[in-house]
């Protein structure tokens, strides 16, 4: 069976319905605005919280174990003077004793610089727990804000998503209809335009959204739908206005049973 051959004012009306339903979608996805960026970066700065607090403890942690790691050598040192203090009493002569003297002196320095290291140790903690509990409220604050923004989003998504799905569907099924090369010039002139309006009804004379004026023979052209005919400031495809607000009607109507 050949296939139905597609009139020029049938590429027309299907690239203009095409522009409806993605500017619908553009609509939908414009409300959402920012805030799906916004909880995005939210909750980047809520893992990058959690992620301080934990190198944070960790780092408490590490101080405990240095701490403990001095007490343990000073508890040693003073076993040592000791040991070193009781071998004093059995020397032999002044060389040994000199001796020994140096090393209960140095077990000193030992203690000395051990309670030196602890009492740093002691005031990085109280930095670090300042550190941290200014970052627990911070994160609190964080997390309350992404609930909130989680909380606007997902209500917004409720009211818009379905429709936006089923938007994007019937812009696949729309574009399957239109063969490729149109299809892929309307893709092109989207993404070249800020509106994403790629084609676009006459108004006033000049092409929507446009000052430029159209040559009335121009205009008369794209009035008889025998050729697909752009914009030649904007690169935008034209259509005469009355396609444009019949299709706007039926489009409008499949728009409110997709709503």
Known sequence: MAKKEVTVEQKLRALYDLQLIDSRVDEIRNVRGELPLEVEDLEDEVTGLNKR????????DT???NI???KNLIEEAKTLIKKYGEQQKNVRN????NSLSKE????ELEIQLSEKHIKEFKAQIIQKNETINQTKQRLKERNDHLAHKKGELDDILAETEKEELALLAK?????QEIEERLVAAYKRIRNNVKNGLAVVAIERGASGGSFFTIPPQVQMEIASRKKIITDEHSGRILVDPALAQEEKEKMQNLFSKLS
């Open 53 to 60: 607090l934990e190198k944070l403890t960790n780092d408490l």
């Open 104 to 107: 209960i002196e140095f077990q």
């Open 68 to 70: 403990k790691a001095k």
């Open 94 to 97: 002044n060389r040994e004793y």
């Open 63 to 65: 101080i405990d174990d």
């Open 171 to 175: 812009s696949e099924d729309f574009q």
